[in-house]
């Protein structure tokens, strides 16, 4: 399978052709290669518009919804990000493409190891990848420009917001049905919280302390 060719068609008729215009999100899009963060078995459909089982019965979230979550952070590259949800690294890979630094944690130990090996043997450097419960974030490396949760969340975590710098967006799947969420980004301002509702989506559920 010619694994270029399938990600430039990807690139052109699951982004290009829907609403993904920023250049720096198509340009990540274009280089990260989606197949060494999928299993064996998926390989030939890495490309696919769809999401893919991966390890610790997780899921490797579709392209379009890796390239409009980015997308919707308006990510500068100086900016240094946070990922609540590590599952494979392909997020934090792309966004790694864009931005300055990127941490990334992972609840699940067998996941957050085997990202941390593929991310490093795909040549990623400026990811860091931290085994833990996201919930409460990385608060040493505070402030964060943005932050994505990979993971349905049934309540917005009050420590990430914490962790957001004035201007930053937290870009997250709210919602506790296993049926569908609603994908939203919150734009922190001196006064609160501004919300927009971007779309419908379907997210494995966030574990941990969120659950409390």
Do not use: W
């Given at each position: 399978?010619?694994?270029?060719?399938?990600?430039?068609?990807?690139?052109?008729?699951?982004?290009?052709?829907?609403?993904?215009?920023?250049?720096?999100?198509?340009k990540?899009?274009?280089?990260?290669?989606?197949?060494?963060?999928?299993?064996?078995?998926?390989?030939?459909?890495?490309?696919?518009?769809?999401?893919?089982?991966?390890?610790?019965?997780?899921?490797?979230?579709?392209?379009?919804?890796?390239?409009?979550?980015?997308?919707?952070?308006?990510?500068?590259?100086?900016?240094?990000?946070?990922?609540?949800?590590?599952?494979?690294?392909?997020?934090?890979?792309?966004l790694?493409?864009?931005v300055?630094?990127?941490?990334?944690?992972?609840?699940?130990?067998?996941l957050?190891?085997?990202?941390?090996?593929?991310?490093?043997?795909?040549?990623?450097?400026?990811?860091?990848?931290?085994?833990?419960?996201?919930?409460?974030?990385w608060?040493?490396?505070?402030p964060?420009?943005?932050i994505?949760?990979?993971?349905?969340?049934?309540?917005?975590?009050?420590?990430?917001?914490?962790?957001?710098?004035?201007?930053?967006?937290?870009?997250?799947?709210?919602?506790?049905?296993?049926?569908?969420?609603?994908?939203?980004?919150?734009?922190?301002?001196?006064?609160?919280?501004?919300?927009?509702?971007?779309?419908?989506?379907?997210?494995?559920?966030?574990?941990?302390?969120?659950?409390?």
């Open positions: 399978m010619d694994h270029e060719k399938a990600r430039t068609l990807m690139v052109e008729s699951q982004l290009k052709a829907r609403d993904i215009q920023d250049p720096a999100v198509l990540a899009m274009s280089k990260v290669p989606r197949h060494q963060f999928v299993e064996p078995q998926h390989m030939t459909r890495a490309y696919d518009d769809v999401a893919l089982p991966i390890k610790e019965n997780q899921t490797i979230s579709q392209p379009y919804i890796v390239a409009l979550m980015t997308q919707c952070a308006s990510l500068k590259p100086t900016d240094r990000v946070l990922e609540i949800g590590t599952g494979s690294g392909y997020q934090a890979a792309v790694a493409e864009i300055a630094q990127v941490y990334t944690i992972e609840i699940i130990g067998a957050a190891e085997g990202a941390k090996t593929t991310l490093e043997k795909v040549g990623v450097g400026n990811v860091k990848v931290r085994h833990g419960d996201g919930y409460r974030g608060k040493e490396e505070a964060f420009d943005a994505l949760i990979t993971a349905a969340t049934p309540k917005i975590p009050r420590p990430l917001v914490d962790q957001l710098r004035i201007g930053g967006k937290l870009v997250m799947p709210l919602g506790d049905k296993p049926q569908g969420q609603k994908l939203i980004v919150l734009t922190k301002t001196e006064t609160g919280l501004e919300k927009e509702f971007i779309t419908g989506v379907v997210f494995v559920p966030m574990t941990g302390e969120v659950r409390e």
